[in-house]
């Protein structure tokens, strides 16, 4: 087994060809070519942190993949991330290890903007007015900056909770500007990114205007939520990487919950990449992608690294 | 991460230290001190073969343990060996990833191997006439080798499907015999250990004298058996590794489907250990304990690995 660190693996993923690969993962995924099993935990109280596991195969693949994610909220105190763990490629052939990837949580961060920027692919409208990014932590930073490769759009407007941060807040090509609140930056953006670890509504369904497309990557896990669940009803594409984790702790689980929206709107983004008659059919609709993280794209993005780091398995 | 290959772990793993560590990992999982998620499944099936993840955590180690295990069943032709895997050593302070033990499966082989001593240490009639092994593949041969530090018994008789296998049995220090039947290794020993993949009975009930004493670790997935289920009414000690898993896919699982045995009857070898009472009372009792595998065996071959390759975490 190779282990490969961090910066060798930045240096060879691209944002087109992540991008590609996982609305490619995506496809797979809706057309149940993927096992998918459940994801795995282990919880930590001295001090408090957890463990994930999410892993899986794509049917005909020659790898499969298990990544094992941490997280420990007082690592900081210690000067380390907070967010950490692995990628371990197994041959799907013979089930040796062949690579780990010890990315430090960038491949789980990269995967997760590269399927914002495909649901802004196929869902946001053609004209963007400017990008409204809430959040303004790493993944709000990565959302933006693979956006530039499916939009010439090149104005953002930011709001966090945090001034400090929404000011400090550089990406190259980009015209930054900061919205005193959110309501501002919905009135002024109509390609909208929720980035935070919110689990109450930031975004309100009467802030937005008509034509605008909602990423929402926040609700990653049970008790999250950004989105106000009213909005799901004023939209006409409701989008969701997975309706197995949407319906259940998604922003799209509250609006289900609260009867905005009935199952049978939603459709999962591998579907409407499939088939684009899907997706948006007017630049007037309001469009919601609700993205909670799939093991495919885990998958995906470290197949991309293997192939960048010349380790494709012989088998 | 450091990555350690098998070569570098057998050298540092004494059968001593191991059966210790076995014994104490059972009195902590018995105690309900260690937390033990449900294991991890992936399937394959072009070419046929799977990948399971074990993992968990002892309240208070300063690490966790995940171990993934492969099976494929076509690697021989291949000229590699049907299970691999690694044990991946994480800090349970820090997430922190801060070993990879290759074992290539040795290290799930000794602690199997070791959880059987464990049983014969703490059940088996004092005065051994000969240890009767069913098979004779490596988990045979293991169990015969670290019964040595249980007993001065070193007399064996061997039953295996295959009488060739049978022959060419040899550990060091003992004299070993093969046996025409299960029924004549029987009547000839009075601890037998059953280290077979069989889904139907292999020791019958009646074959079985007064103060014998029978280990099963063959049965560790639902569909295999190798006790007939009518020993169990015999049996005047229960034990299991796991209630938890041997009610479900154990020999005993077995047992209690067709009657012979009420829940009521287990004992686990964490509780008979911390408790000598609940162990055998009468040299002519007949005994059995009955082994799933568990995960707090991995942590503690682990973690002994780690202590011999000198890396215990600094945190």
Request: charged share 20%; net charge neutral.
């Amino acid at each position: 087994m190779k282990i490969f660190q961090r910066a060798e693996i930045e240096a060879v993923i691209r944002q087109p060809e992540a991008i590609a690969a996982i609305a490619a993962g995506f496809v797979a995924y809706s057309k149940g070519e993927v096992t998918v099993p459940p994801v795995g935990y282990l919880g930590f109280t001295h001090p408090p942190g957890d463990l994930h596991i999410k892993y899986g195969h794509i049917r005909g693949d020659a790898v499969c993949v298990v990544k094992i994610a941490t997280s420990f909220y007082d690592n900081p105190k210690l000067g380390l991330s907070s967010s950490g763990g692995l990628m371990l490629v197994f041959s799907a052939r013979t089930g040796v290890p062949e690579v780990a990837l010890i990315d430090g949580g960038f491949l789980t961060d990269f995967r997760t903007a590269a399927a914002g920027a495909v649901a802004a692919q196929h869902l946001a409208p053609k004209n963007l007015r400017a990008i409204g990014i809430i959040g303004a932590g790493i993944q709000a930073r990565l959302q933006l900056d693979l956006l530039r490769q499916v939009t010439p759009c090149r104005r953002a407007i930011v709001w966090a909770r945090d001034p400090e941060k929404a000011r400090a807040y550089q990406i190259e090509g980009f015209t930054i500007e900061v919205a005193a609140s959110v309501a501002e930056l919905a009135a002024r953006s109509n390609l909208i990114v929720t980035t935070t670890p919110a689990n109450e509504i930031l975004l309100r369904a009467e802030d937005v205007r008509p034509g605008t497309h909602i990423t929402a990557v926040g609700a990653d896990s049970p008790g999250k939520q950004e989105l106000d669940p009213a909005l799901f009803a004023r939209a006409e594409v409701l989008a969701v990487d997975s309706r197995l984790q949407c319906f259940d702790h998604g922003d799209s689980s509250h609006a289900l919950r609260l009867s905005f929206a009935s199952r049978e709107r939603f459709v999962e983004l591998g579907e409407l990449i499939a088939d684009p008659r899907l997706a948006r059919t007017r630049e007037d609709q309001i469009t919601i992608a609700d993205l909670t993280g799939l093991a495919v794209q885990d998958i995906q993005i470290a197949k991309l690294a293997l192939a960048g780091l010349g380790r494709n398995p012989a088998v």
